[in-house]
């Protein structure tokens, strides 16, 4: 037993030393869906609105997927133009992932459907009223929900009630914006897979 501890000892101190790693990156796929231009893809457009009939939705297939996130997460975006002092409202995206090129709001929202029916917009993360450059926070838990694959993106839209545009700068932009910024670390699945590792280590060099 007392072999046994003495050998676990330096697995410990490693999983103990493991820090967590900051991430900051942009989305792979972003585009606006309009339920007034339901055939319309805005993939490559140089700015995406958001009004009562609009969503900017933003996907990141480049995440560290498995992994475990540490606190709240950062989402920082260009708000290039806006008609009034209303706020826009950050959200989760619900309803799968989507290709920039080909989304539509007829070939991603179900038939007879709303932006409601993919964006969660019973469930709002962050507003603001601000322009130019905007951070909104992303709390833990959406963010680990990124990280797990349960929730597909995030997405900006009209919080319920306001009918004022407001355009956003997407990844196509010179200042490449939007960026999300967080903190994780490997999951403890494959911590404990380093943990045996190091302690295989240690047995074979006795």
């Known amino acids: 037993m007392k072999r046994l501890l003495v050998l676990a000892l330096p697995v410990m101190l490693l ?16 585009a606006m ?13 140089a700015t995406l609105c958001v009004t009562a009939s609009k969503a900017m939705l933003m996907q990141w297939d480049n995440l ?26 950050l959200y989760e ?12 709001f007829e070939n991603y929202v179900p038939a007879g459907g709303a932006i409601a029916d993919v964006v969660d917009m ?7 009223i601000d322009s ?19 929730i597909s993106g995030l997405a900006f839209a009209r919080i319920q009630g306001e009918y004022m545009n407001s355009c956003f700068k997407p990844k196509e932009g010179a200042d490449l914006e939007p960026y999300l910024s967080f903190e994780a670390v490997p999951e403890p699945a ?10 295989a280590l240690i047995r074979r060099r006795r």
């Open 93 to 104: 995206l619900t309803g799968g992932s989507f290709d920039e090129d080909t989304v539509t």
């Open 132 to 150: 130019g450059w905007v951070s909104f926070t992303v709390p833990q838990a959406t963010m680990q929900k990124l990280l797990d694959g349960t």
């Open 33 to 45: 869906i309009e339920a007034d231009k339901p055939t319309a893809n805005t993939g490559a457009s």
């Open 122 to 128: 019973d469930n709002l993360l962050d507003s603001s």
């Open 64 to 89: 560290p997927f498995g992994w475990t996130a540490v606190g709240d997460a950062t989402l920082t975006v260009r708000i290039v133009w806006k008609e009034a002092a209303l706020p826009n409202g």
């Open 15 to 30: 999983c103990g030393l493991v820090s967590a790693d900051s991430f900051s990156l942009w989305p792979t796929e972003d």
């Open 190 to 199: 494959t911590m404990s897979l380093l943990g045996l590792g190091g302690l």
